[in-house]
């Protein structure tokens, strides 16, 4: 693979990243690759989120390392609470046995993640040694989970990366109708209260552009990223109902307008 001219990069053990910008061209078979081989370890980990660099292979693969460009980025203060997801958010709210958890169970989310059928998609790319680092990534306290629970069951969420004011969203699941969907809302609005501008989307879906990511040139991101991740971010995350009236369109009007109401 190589693009106008330039071959691939083969990390030896204990190289470092090359920069995001070294990244394969349009014209390549493989637009945004920026290295392959090594290990996805908690430090290797470190290393390519501050660089705006992830992690993405399927098994029996070599650790691929891509920066796409453009990124998709979810701008927390253009996130779109339509009045459907609105009104799901106030009915989960005030359902007894309904209930938002932050850092509960990571590995049952990242495992439930990597398990959820993706359409067009053979396998996962949540491969067990990604599951373990993210874990032990996880345990140094900069990977996190939301979670949905419903009558003491895990019924959706998703995983994220933390460091300073930048998050780096990893994947969604859901086993109920918009558990994912509640999760997000709740990541976004804490997101918002801890003053994180920008959360980290990886690549463009139909579903995440509904919600209010675009596309970012790569150089803008990664500008972004070394700006937020020096800056002093949340020290732990939990649930917080305040959060909610942080999130664009939460205090509209009431879903249910009052019967008296012309």
């Not at 998709?72 to 799901?88: H, I």
């Not at 990664?222 to 909610?244: F, Q």
Request: charged content about 20%; hydrophobic content about 45%.
């Amino acid at each position: 693979m190589a693009a106008a001219g330039r071959p691939l990069i083969w990390l030896a053990e204990g190289a470092p990243l090359p920069p995001a910008a070294a990244a394969l061209g349009p014209g390549s078979e493989a637009p945004g690759l920026v290295a392959a081989g090594g290990r996805v370890t908690p430090a290797r980990l470190e290393e390519a989120y501050r660089s705006g660099i992830f992690p993405w292979y399927g098994p029996g693969e070599p650790v691929l390392w891509w920066s796409p460009d453009p990124r998709m980025v979810l701008a927390t203060g253009e996130f779109r609470l339509s009045p459907s997801l609105r009104k799901t958010l106030r009915r989960f709210l005030r359902t007894p046995g309904s209930e938002i958890r932050f850092d509960h169970d990571l590995r049952s989310v990242i495992s439930a993640c990597a398990a959820a059928p993706r359409p067009g998609q053979h396998g996962t790319w949540i491969v067990p040694a990604m599951v373990e680092a993210y874990v032990a990534w996880g345990r140094a306290g900069r990977v996190h989970s939301v979670e949905t629970w419903i009558d003491g069951a895990l019924a959706g969420g998703l995983y994220f990366v933390q460091i300073g004011r930048m998050a780096f969203g990893e994947s969604m699941f859901a086993r109920a109708t918009d558990a994912s969907k509640i999760a997000l809302a709740a990541l976004v609005a804490a997101c918002r209260h801890h003053g994180i501008e920008w959360i980290d989307c990886q690549q463009n879906t139909g579903h995440l552009a509904s919600l209010g990511a675009r596309e970012r040139p790569r150089e803008a991101f990664v500008t972004h990223v070394a700006r937020a991740v020096g800056e002093a971010g949340p020290a732990r995350w939990a649930y917080d109902e305040k959060h909610w009236a942080s999130l664009p369109g939460w205090t509209r009007a009431p879903d249910h307008p009052h019967p008296d109401a012309a």
